[in-house]
């Protein structure tokens, strides 16, 4: 795994640590949880508190096109299944394609 970088907006606190999935990375001055920013966003200086802000604003941003990205893809994902699912359901009945209609369901119940 390759270290990035991760802060605490709060006490404009800069931590490196490793990118491993699920880590969870502590602000070793306040205890609160660290924001990832990877490796390529630059990080102003602790003293630029107007810049911090700014970064914190552009954080949030991101995040939230990213959630709202993530949701699109959902919803084509579940769109496309239904479609799948009502084409198989125009074939012939056989074996094999009850098992894809099958298949394609419990894939649309767990999302």
């Known amino acids: 795994m390759t270290n ?7 006490c404009r606190q800069v931590v490196r640590a490793s990118t491993a999935p699920r880590r969870n990375v502590i602000c070793p001055r306040c205890r609160a949880s660290c924001i990832c920013l990877g490796r390529q966003i630059p990080v102003p ?4 508190v107007a810049a911090w802000r700014q970064l914190r604003r552009q954080v949030r941003s991101m995040v939230a096109s990213w959630a709202e990205r993530r949701a699109r893809e959902a919803v084509a994902r579940w769109h496309h299944l239904e479609k799948r699912i009502q084409a198989l359901e125009r074939l012939p009945r056989t074996p094999l394609r009850d098992d894809a209609i099958e298949r394609l369901r419990k894939e649309l119940a767990t999302g």
């Open 4 to 10: 990035a970088t991760w802060v605490c907006f709060d």
């Open 45 to 48: 200086p602790k003293n630029k």
